[in-house]
């Protein structure tokens, strides 16, 4: 089972510390010694940032890693009213942009995965849907993510290109809202990434469209100005761009760039 990370992680090492000191053990448990390398990422990277997260406290002992995942839109604001991060990694291109010219970036951002959408629907399909064009139907529950988010970007692209309009019920912050809003059957359909259908197994289906050629999504990442672990932060980005990184995030479904 892959640990937690952030607060959860935090509440899961202290567990750990006071089992070891109920049991006598002297077994390592991270303490307040331990230096924290901090990664601000996109939610849709969450499971191969997890892991890749694992693989970079082995290579560095004494080091931890903690990963804020949220919309990218979000963490980029964060970070410009002065969020502590060592690196960022984004769902676009556009929302890095806003960090670049806020001059927080502290190198170039490299590309180092791809993502297209797809329709997410219920097990099941109760709706019926069978392609885009499906998702203006009068009656039908709707849910994309915000166009300040990368994900409602790229979906106001595809609708662009299809020519046509959408009238979602709602719109999210997070592409994995709209993911727990579909998977639940509070929604009959929404867009979410390519990986979202698949890391979300049997909970929905996915419906693949021609459209979402026109909007692929590249992931960057940098590290960001001011760190407090700079060094540390370039490696972790350079654990991501690796063939060992890039094997992860091929496993969960990203494409290279």
């Not at 804020?68 to 970070?79: C, K, N, P, R």
């Not at 490696?235 to 479904?253: I, R, W």
């Amino acid at each position: 089972m892959t640990p937690p990370k952030g607060p959860l992680r935090s509440l899961t090492a202290l567990t750990a510390a006071l089992a070891l000191l109920t049991t006598g053990c002297a077994a390592h448990a991270p303490t307040s010694e331990d230096t924290t390398v901090t990664v601000f990422a996109a939610a849709s990277l969450q499971e191969p940032f997890d892991e890749i997260g694992d693989r970079f406290e082995t290579e560095h002992p004494g080091t931890r890693v903690e990963i804020s995942y949220a919309g990218s839109s979000t963490l980029a604001e964060q970070i410009r009213q002065g969020a502590p991060a060592d690196v960022l990694a984004t769902a676009d291109e556009a929302t890095m942009a806003t960090v670049v010219e806020a001059g927080l970036a502290d190198a170039d951002p490299v590309p180092f995965a791809t993502n297209t959408l797809m329709i997410a629907v219920p097990a099941g399909n109760p709706a019926g849907v069978t392609d885009l064009a499906s998702l203006t139907e009068d009656g039908l529950n709707l849910v994309l993510c915000a166009p300040a988010v990368p994900c409602g970007a790229a979906a106001a692209a595809v609708e662009s290109a299809a020519g046509l309009t959408f009238a979602p019920v709602s719109e999210e912050q997070s592409v994995t809202d709209v993911l727990t809003k579909v998977s639940s059957g509070e929604a009959d359909a929404g867009l979410v990434y390519a990986t979202d259908i698949r890391r979300a197994g049997g909970a929905v289906d996915g419906i693949g469209f021609p459209e979402a050629e026109k909007a692929v999504n590249t992931y960057p990442l940098t590290t960001v100005k001011g760190s407090q672990h700079a060094e540390l932060g370039q490696d972790f980005v350079d654990l991501v761009l690796s063939e060992a990184g890039q094997s992860v995030l091929a496993d969960h479904g990203f494409a290279g760039t």
